[in-house]
């Protein structure tokens, strides 16, 4: 990860120096001290320069002065827009721009002048989640090619302040370094055993850990997830992750429950071979639950919180579960398995009813990269989400614009419930082309009860395909900043 430093506000000897400065600002604007300062010691060369680039400070505007003197290798000016509406998102976006140009640099420092210590903090965030790589498996990269920023220092007049607003979002990060890693792990890696001993790991900082493997589960009565699990040679895992932080509450904690599917084929109805290998990141809500309960402990949320991800492969052997046949949930309820590919859906029927029977919690939040049809319905900018609560679906609503992981409302409703009907069971896994991901969401409210519940389809959001502020290509962890987002604005005492 990227180290992050703070320091007092003074102009840098030598390397990279960023300024973040405000629309239509000037050197005698709040965010224009080191501006003047690095202008009068380079006899007018920045200033010089930003005038022929015509910067302005627009939103999203990015200029880089190569060598103007005074030991600077480079200056790189970054537009904040006007600085009365300056968001913790743009500061964000800010941070990730400022290191996509910082790549050839060891070091640099940023001038955070005219910013509040949150803000300051929201830049840093986004220069380390832009600054991600999983390279663990590239050996013959050349040393040209690989980014050499290794630290970036805020410079800062309430130096004490920005460290103790940037601890808390270091937290943060961490968790979501570990969603994306396990999401970008290659199949062969990363099976649900494995899985499940990386997740133990967490114990160290302050998680306590449970592991269920197919005999507890068959003892159980997961019917559900074992039949998905049934055609592997990889055995199936549940886990139970728990953060008690505020041991003194009696509220009931909250509960995310995450799909875990560490490779899906399709199983029996098999998928194209074309992109299955896009199929690895099919754990992308596991992983989130997984970021998130590790957010939770690195900043050291003063909420209780369960996690709980059902682990499973879905492939098609011999002994693969067939179209037609009937599972027993561990609900009691029984599925007619129409199609062997709308598996997510089974994991988490037996994985939230034992949630909510273990634990009575609070409400119940799953992810899943569940559909194509959500993928079909917002693409690859919106995650949807189903909600039977008005309440949690909108502090959930007000995380996502707040955070800038962006969710909306989907419907529910007796019509759709209707279209998974089965003939011979309770009811059937799939409803039929036509609203896809909603009578997924529906056969899932079949397993909460009256529980307040969400249900976010994250299929289309979890893998990014380009590059943007904050995000590299590859696996995005989304959820876990929404979630915690959420957590902290409303559940935190």
Known sequence: MLDIAVAKSALPKSGALVLLLEEGGTVDSPTGALWKAADEATGGAVSRALAVAEFKGKKGQATTILAPGAGLSRVIAVGLGKLDGLTGNTAEAVGGTAVAALAKEPAAAVSTAGLSPDLAAAVALGAVLRAYRFDRYRTKEKAEDKPKLAKLTL??????????????????????????????????????????????????????????????????????????????????????????????????????????????????????????????????????????????????????????????????????????????????????????????????????????????????????????????????????????????????????????????????GEAYDKLIKSDIADMKNIGGRAGGAITAAQFIQRFVNDKPWIHIDIAGVAWSGKDTATIPKGATAFGVRLLDRMVADHYEG
Not at 290 to 309: D, I, Y
């Open 155 to 412: 410079l800062a007049d309430n130096a004490a302040k920005v460290k103790s607003a940037w601890t808390p979002q270091k937290g943060v990060a961490e968790g979501v370094f570990l969603a994306r890693d396990l999401v970008s792990e290659p199949p062969n890696v990363l099976n649900p055993p494995e899985m499940a001993r990386r997740i133990e790991k967490l114990s160290e900082i302050g998680l306590k850990i449970e592991v269920l493997g197919p005999k507890e589960m068959k003892k159980l009565g997961f019917g559900a997830l074992l039949g998905v699990a049934q055609g592997s040679s990889q055995e199936a895992r549940m886990v139970v992750m728990h953060w008690n932080g505020a041991p003194a509450s009696k509220d009931a904690p909250l509960c995310f429950v995450g799909k875990g599917v560490t490779f899906d084929t399709g199983g029996i109805s098999i998928k194209p071979a074309g992109g299955m290998e896009d199929m690895k990141w099919d754990m992308g809500g596991s992983g989130t639950v997984v970021g998130l309960m590790a957010a939770l402990a690195g900043r050291k949320a003063k909420v209780n919180a369960v996690g709980l991800v059902g682990l499973v492969e879905n492939m098609p052997d011999g002994n693969a579960q067939r179209p037609g046949d009937v599972v027993t949930t561990y609900s009691g309820q029984t599925v007619e398995v129409i199609n062997t590919d709308a598996e997510g859906r089974l994991v988490l029927a037996d994985v939230l009813w034992y949630a909510q029977e273990k634990f009575n919690p609070r409400f119940m939040i799953d992810l899943a990269t569940l559909t194509g049809a959500m993928m079909v319905a917002l693409g690859h900018e919106t995650a949807g989400f189903f909600a039977n609560d008005d309440t949690i679906a909108t502090q959930l609503f007000d995380a996502g614009k707040a955070t800038g992981e962006a969710v909306w409302r989907m419907p529910l």
